[in-house]
């Protein structure tokens, strides 16, 4: 629920002294962050953020503006101090990261999520941020996408479409890759970092493969829930669990 909703709500059921004080709370907030229309509540999502609770239930992107879904992303990551990793202020990190584009016609049904995903930042010290538990430092990672034709692995921020790895759950990881459409790119580490924290509940309906990433020969990094605790780990590429999806993330020519 943003600021402007609930004064809506509270005009609503005739509590307006209540609904003039959160209206001044947004002005005020406003006039110190002019690039920002509105914020999330703590403790709320938008409607299509909140957690799946059965494989069978969908969930198209966004049902907010693409606007509104930029500004809570980027807002996510502001909560999480990784302006403050960088040395930024809050308006200076957001900047930073590109708007994101209406989705293309032939996307729908298939790269349905859109993403603001941060380079700038270690994936482990990213994990630190985010209160994800990192177990693979010192392995031998590289971007699997990287063998692929005409493809540079990004060094700036980007915003892309995923699929958050409901299409593909129980398909094993060397599958996913083997299938990629030329308008798909294999989804990395990074791609699960932003993916969780854009909506940190999608692990209690599935754990993310990442094919993107690489780990030693014959394995391929993935985020899951271990003991309660969001985990980014790793698992055999050949190796189908229903309970995965691999995350596949969209390219744009």
Request: proline fraction near 6%; aromatic fraction near 8%; include cysteine.
């Amino acid at each position: 629920m943003t600021l402007e909703h609930a004064k809506n709500v509270l005009e609503e059921l005739g509590d307006n002294d209540l609904a003039e004080i959160v209206s001044g709370a947004r002005e005020a907030f406003n006039r110190r962050h002019p690039g920002i229309k509105d914020i999330f509540l703590p403790g709320t999502v938008p409607v299509e953020k909140q957690a799946i609770k059965t494989s069978e239930t969908r969930k198209i992107y966004p049902e907010i503006s693409l606007e509104e879904e930029w500004q809570r992303q980027t807002q996510g990551f502001i909560r999480l101090g990784f302006h403050t990793k960088l040395g930024l202020t809050e308006e200076n990190y957001s900047r930073r990261f590109p708007k994101f584009t209406p989705q293309p016609e032939n996307f729908k049904g298939r790269l349905d999520a859109p993403v603001l995903v941060e380079t700038r930042i270690s994936p482990e010290d990213q994990c630190k941020l985010a209160g994800i538990q990192y177990v693979l430092g010192g392995l031998a990672k590289r971007d699997w996408n990287e063998k692929r034709k005409d493809y540079t692995t990004p060094k700036a921020p980007y915003a892309v479409w995923l699929e958050d790895g409901r299409n593909n759950l129980g398909k094993k990881p060397e599958d996913v890759r083997k299938n990629l459409k030329d308008d798909e790119i294999a989804g990395t580490e990074l791609d699960g970092i932003a993916l969780y924290i854009s909506n940190p509940k999608i692990l209690e309906h599935h754990s993310l493969d990442l094919p993107g990433t690489s780990v030693g020969s014959a394995r391929a990094a993935c985020l899951r829930l271990w003991h309660g605790r969001p985990r980014l780990s790793y698992g055999w590429i050949d190796s189908a669990d229903p309970r995965f999806g691999s995350v596949v993330r969209g390219r744009q020519k």
